[in-house]
């Protein structure tokens, strides 16, 4: 699989249930991951708190869809250590240019400042990788990726593994069997990331999750 490695078989990897990693930026190997306990997070389930319903009302980011992919997988692998390989970077982006891979950007004015990407198969997003250069800015990306979701008829939100981060969103962990149960029935259905009329504003997407509780804001990245 890993020779010959396309977007076509990459895309079949996901249907069985695996992703890819890379040791590091340069790392030309890519290794194939289907944790026992698998992370992701309901999109009935999306928690919404006080400070993030306000952040999200208030319009102080703009949001987009799709409007600058490479650069949010270029900013989710900007770490000191990286699981996106150049490699596995340019698959994605063929995915992309083939409508099977998404990104949510958030803006502060002109600067890219928060982002979320990933992979579409059917119903299942498989949620790659997010990043936040300012306060609370992949919060929003989430809130809005799900909203979308939602109105796109998509029935799972595969965030791979559970971090503190996604946890106080919602997040929740799964066995490998229920994963891969949830995930047939995802990947046998159809969904749209970009649904006809879709162009939501965010009070609409406040609107659409019940805020309860404050959270710590985070700018972890997964």
Do not use: N
């Amino acid at each position: 699989m890993d020779e010959e490695l396309d977007p076509d078989t990459l895309l079949r990897a996901y249907a069985m249930g695996i992703f890819p990693m890379a040791d590091g930026r340069d790392d030309p190997e890519i290794h194939w991951i289907d944790p026992r306990r698998r992370g992701i997070l309901p999109l009935d389930g999306f928690h919404l708190s006080r400070s993030l319903s306000r952040r999200v009302r208030s319009g102080s980011y703009r949001v987009t869809a799709d409007a600058a992919f490479d650069a949010v997988v270029a900013a989710c692998a900007d770490r000191s250590e990286t699981w996106i390989s150049h490699r596995i970077q340019r698959l994605y982006l063929q995915l992309h240019q083939q409508g099977q891979a998404h990104s949510i950007e958030v803006w502060d004015k002109d600067r890219l400042a928060g982002g979320v990407y990933g992979v579409t198969l059917g119903a299942a997003f498989f949620g790659e990788s997010m990043f936040s250069r300012a306060t609370d800015a992949s919060k929003v990306a989430l809130a809005f990726a799900v909203h979308r979701l939602r109105a796109g008829g998509f029935r799972l939100f595969d965030t791979q593994f559970l971090t503190p981060h996604l946890a106080s969103l919602g997040g929740i962990e799964i066995s490998r069997a229920e994963y891969h149960r949830r995930l047939a029935a995802a990947v046998a259905v159809r969904a749209d990331f970009a649904p006809v009329g879709y162009s939501p504003t965010p009070l609409d997407v406040a609107g659409s999750f019940a805020a309860s509780g404050s959270t710590q804001d985070s700018t972890q990245t997964s």
